[in-house]
């Protein structure tokens, strides 16, 4: 099974901003949340997929399925999701303990900006940048869904929870 294995952090200044090997434009809606389970459509340079990630196990790790879909299908979801949309600029930093992902958001979370980094192990050790701050993994208040909650000016709209009885 793929398995996602990151830590997120707050972003404690800019000077991460000066070792960017290269950025790219991320547009994200939620499809469907349950129980910490999420579905999502992504659309960056010329990829668009679908992904579905798991709850986290009891650590930093979940399982996450992400595919390739037609971008036609892709503006189909987005059209589901109105009201759960995000757009964030991601850079792409290197440092001692792999490639960290800076993502500015923009947009209804614009100010807001969390680095993470995606690891092999659950136990790998991380040498933190001066620029990185406090550590959010796991903490609700950062989740895409609470942020674009707490910051949206009107309810937002039901995230569908789509039945699979009798699959």
Known sequence: MPVEIERKFLVKNETWRA????????????????HDVKVRVRCYGDRTTLCVKSSRRG???????????????????????TGRILEKTRH???GQSGIWEVDVYHGILE?????????????AIV????????????????????????????PQAP????????V
């Open 92 to 94: 792409y930093v290197p």
């Open 19 to 34: 070792q960017v090997t290269h950025s790219e434009r991320l547009r994200d809606g939620l499809v469907a949340r349950e």
């Open 127 to 154: 040498h933190l940048p001066d620029w990185v701050g406090e550590e959010v993994t796991g903490n609700p208040r950062y989740s895409k869904t609470n942020m674009l909650a707490e910051r949206s000016p009107r």
């Open 159 to 166: 995230i569908r929870r789509p039945s699979l009885a009798g």
């Open 111 to 123: 100010g807001i900006v969390i680095a993470e980094i995606e690891l092999e192990s659950e136990s």
């Open 59 to 81: 650590g930093i790790s979940r399982e996450e399925f992400e595919y390739e879909i037609p971008r036609e299908h892709a503006a189909a979801i987005f059209a589901h999701c």
